[in-house]
């Protein structure tokens, strides 16, 4: 358990400089996530063009990985279909070993090899405490998704 | 320095390797460890005497009861205390929630005022929010100063005869400030209003004595002063708790049952609804002839001087802020702080990994936290068993924060 | 006969003489032994994982919190509970308090009737004495029959839409009825009342599964079923509980603390005010694990034999009277009785000496003491480390107090 | 510790055949004491010609200890003054072990020695669990007392 695993450089980027961290003129669906033991919070905004993410809006105050997991997964989400977005969440989880993947999808020395940059949160697993900071902004886009339905 | 290090080997968790280092244990405010001495007495009233108390009419039980009873001696004297003024129930919030229901359900209604002060726990907010709730009286809070002492000004501007109890903190869990309680009682008692000290966080760590302070009720939680989870104590002036209501209800605190309604047992068995927590009783009772033969002037010494040492320490960091008093004489061995914008969760990650464990968040006092504009704050926190060198391994660790995240 | 002797070396208390005899401890009603893997249990925990739970952001508090959270799985199981459905609290009296100041005090009005039965504890009766004064809601009582079973006709007659809770003790600590709770819950739930049951001396003793029963709310501790003191267990049904307010205020229950009012945690949390009885959680588990590993069916069936073995022995002296049902089928190993016109406490006073532990009083149910004409009894009770020579043990001391009274 | 020291023929005599067992027509004091986890229930009545106990009713349900100490407790202090009971309660309660003594009044093998009949109680002494019983009668006498000043 190293602590460079954990605190990778793009990590600590997307804290510093957090992307699509604005409010959304008139999202199709918001939703609030909030971890009340640690004080981690994180509004999720998305706009959609048919059931596809057009624009998203990630804000929040709190440890930087869930900072920054809000940012990367903003990046990873836009543009993308439903059914795009579900399947990332599903890869997501499963790297952080918050679900179990039956297939074969998982290598176990790089568990977050199919997810591109959201890799770089792969070392979060190690950390069973942070783990719910990671995962905290994907249940709120799935709210988020949910309240656009 | 008051070199209580000796005392380390008493408590058999310590010796343990966290994350490949020694455990440096920065947690006590949250729950103290508890030596030897203390583990054993529950495991040993479990092994020999173990039986229900006030029940038995045989030797086990009497035994068990004597022990009992003998703990609730043990607790009272060590808070200046008559034994029928102690009552046990399951923790420091548990007996709040008995002065807000049993107190303040039957005396308080509309207009009556609840004056609390914002640095206050949960534990002694949200029972009385509860209750004003039900009785429609209103809850009103004292601000503290800069330099995070109770504002005595704002205090005293807002006390007047509407208010009818005041919770008070004998020592902040996050600011470590200790209020100057026997101030707040006199004048509390001046319009009449009555004085609720929450004194988790002051038993554990000074010498507390009710009578001095002149405190209505008090509460406190054995498992922050060494002794076992599951137990706690309401200390209430004989008095008022012969006039009270039991806020809860069942065996062993009647004395007698109709069908339509009860009579009660006499002080302090009225306010033990069922079988008590019999072995975290004894257990505590063991905390405290511990804690008394070091002396509780010797616990608060070695806490004054390693709080000094940190403070220094810590202020010697750049781009780290300490909230609470910089003179140990007005606080305790809490302290809350930043390190520049590197989240508090990410602190205590990083310290855990050197096997030093600190507490991240609110505190359980949001409305504290809001006061300071700071929604999380690191805590370290000390007791006896800590020593310098605990110290040095935060310090180090926190230094390694500001290298991971790059802080000029 | 279902032979469990093998187990009384789990138990070190047992291994003891007691006024110069093996010491025979009858009063597991009141509370329970305890085998060494929960003293061990209890000790181990603060040995090596001691800390406060969902708190800290530290190795040694997250495994501390696993530890509990696992405990409350493994309760939650052992009664075919959901995980959410489960809070743990300080015993059976405390669990009860919270259910009549949680839901009732919020959801009772005048007029409303809460049925509770002649043969509850005081702790499923005082309760509701105070919530009813709060609320003005009527308390009725459904009487027993003459062979000390619940009359159910006289239930089905209390019965109507003015009632909205139904109180009842799965079975009672003093007749040793098993009461048909699901038949209950059946009839309550058509006049949408809710049913709340103590299973207090159900749980230790027999399998209770609370969907077969379909209650709304059920209570336990884990002092009667081999666990620690200073532990008890709430279980609701979730919808129930999602809809219900907390009876007590605090720390880590709360989701937000405004000024002026909060708002809660999720179940189970909202109803784990403060520190929890960790420790306890984890000793209870451990008890619980005991149990599983012997089978609940095995318990029961042990003790329906030792009961049986014990009313036919006792039935056999001359002057003796059991208050309760006769067929093992319909009871526990509660067995209450008095002997000529001997006082129950001398009884138990003259068995004591021989090393014999009952009890003797009106274990906490005065209206059933009442309606029995018997302001006290003595009462006999067993677990799975009793044998049957406890029992020759119990009639040989009675057949003393035969003589030492000059009964013919 | 054995049970015939406890249970001396004269307790069970008087638990059987309780003496005063009668409420008086018209008392100067009366006092109910009971004891509420054991169930054992004394209600004492006396009259007063001066300072004197001219008449006492002891009625009462219970174990035979509480009931004998009652019932023998009114031969004891019939016909007594004030004073006199006092000094009695006080010898009882030495002996009994509920009070300490300062004087050498007491005789370790038999300290009841100055009590007459009363001494047949001292063998509850040596039960713990049972001398609240034996001393539920005094204590409820000292409240009638009380109430008759
Ligand atoms: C049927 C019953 N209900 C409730 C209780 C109260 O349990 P506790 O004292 O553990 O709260 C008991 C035990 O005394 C009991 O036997
Ligand atoms: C000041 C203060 N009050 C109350 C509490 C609550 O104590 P417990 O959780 O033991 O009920 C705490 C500890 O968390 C505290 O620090």
Known sequence: ?149 | MTDLAHLRSDFPILDQKMNGHPLVYLDSAATSQKPAAVIDAVADFYRTTNANVHRGAYTLSNDATDLYEGARAGVAAFVNAAVGEIAFNRGTTSALNQIAYGWGLYNLKPGDRILLTLMEHHANIVPWQLVSRHTGAELVYVPHTGDYALDLDAFADLLDERVKVVGITAMSNVLGTINPVRQIADAAHEVGALVVVDAAQAVPHMAVDVKAMDADFLAFSGHKMLGPTGIGVLYGKASLLEAMEPAEGGGEMISDVQLESSTWASVPHKFEAGTPPIAEAIGLAAAVDYLQAIGMDVVRQHEVEITAYALDALTAIDGLTVYGPPDTANRGGAVSFTLADIHPHDLATILDQRGVAIRAGHHCARPLARSLNQPATARASFYLYNTPSDVDALVDGLQESREIFGVA
């Open chain 1, 1 to 149: 358990m190293s602590l460079n695993e954990l605190y990778r450089e793009v990590i600590l980027d997307h804290y510093r400089a957090p992307r699509h961290h604005d409010h959304l003129a008139d999202p199709s669906g918001t939703a609030e996530g909030k971890n009340p033991l640690c004080g981690d919070e994180v509004t999720i905004e998305i706009a959609l063009d048919g059931d596809v993410i057009s624009d998203i809006g990630a804000i929040g105050v709190g440890c930087s990985i869930s900072q920054a997991s809000a940012s990367m997964m903003s990046e990873a989400v836009s543009g993308k279909s439903r059914a795009e977005v579900e399947e990332l969440v599903r890869k997501f989880k499963v790297m952080m070993a918050i679900e179990d993947s039956d297939e074969e999808i998982v290598n176990p020395d790089r568990p977050g090899e199919a997810l591109g940059d959201l890799e770089a949160l792969q070392g979060v697993r190690k950390f069973p405490v942070r783990i719910k900071c990671a995962d905290l902004p994907w249940i709120t886009l799935q709210q988020a998704l949910e309240e656009a339905e």
